[in-house]
């Protein structure tokens, strides 16, 4: 049987505080683990995870330890307008600013300190295709 048991996303950062900093500040995670290495990000419920790992640790193989590139990250809010007036006022890196997409989403993206593409999007109530 291939049963997952658990799956969780790993950022490489050169500042491990400002990343998580970045992520606490937009989403409801806690540090659950903070050290100069790793900071594992754990959501109120429980239920999300989220690592940050210094780039250049052990664990990273050098290969990988560069600026991200071909993927990104999804968050789904309630209402990701709320999260856009936030980053705004912490002055994070808006990539595109709010906006309807053709599929039913609220959507905007931005740059998380280490250069990660973050998408946040809320469904539009009452959307039909």
Same mark, same amino acid.
């Given at each position: 049987?291939?049963?997952?048991?658990?799956?969780?996303?790993?950022?490489?950062?050169?500042? *491990?505080? %400002?990343?998580? #900093?970045f992520y606490t500040k937009?989403?409801?995670?806690? %540090?659950?683990?903070?050290?100069?290495?790793?900071?594992?990000?754990?959501?109120?419920?429980?239920?999300?995870?989220?690592?940050?790992? #210094?780039?250049?640790?052990?664990?990273?193989? =050098?290969?990988?330890?560069?600026q991200p590139?071909?993927?990104?990250?999804?968050?789904?809010?309630?209402?990701?307008? =709320?999260?856009?007036?936030? %980053?705004?006022?912490?002055?994070?890196?808006?990539? %595109?600013?709010?906006? #309807?997409?053709?599929?039913?989403?609220?959507?905007?993206?931005?740059?998380?300190? #280490?250069?990660? *593409?973050?998408?946040?999007?809320?469904?539009?109530?009452?959307?039909?295709?």
């Amino acid at each position: 049987m291939k049963t997952i048991n658990r799956m969780m996303s790993n950022i490489c950062s050169d500042n *491990l505080a %400002a990343s998580r #900093d970045f992520y606490t500040k937009l989403f409801d995670f806690k %540090a659950d683990y903070d050290s100069d290495w790793f900071v594992h990000l754990i959501s109120e419920d429980k239920k999300l995870e989220l690592g940050i790992i #210094d780039r250049t640790n052990d664990l990273v193989p =050098e290969r990988f330890q560069h600026q991200p590139q071909g993927f990104y990250i999804t968050f789904v809010v309630t209402n990701a307008d =709320e999260i856009f007036q936030i %980053a705004t006022l912490e002055n994070f890196e808006i990539v %595109a600013d709010p906006e #309807d997409t053709f599929y039913g989403q609220r959507r905007f993206l931005l740059k998380d300190p #280490d250069g990660t *593409l973050v998408d946040v999007s809320s469904p539009i109530p009452d959307f039909e295709f």
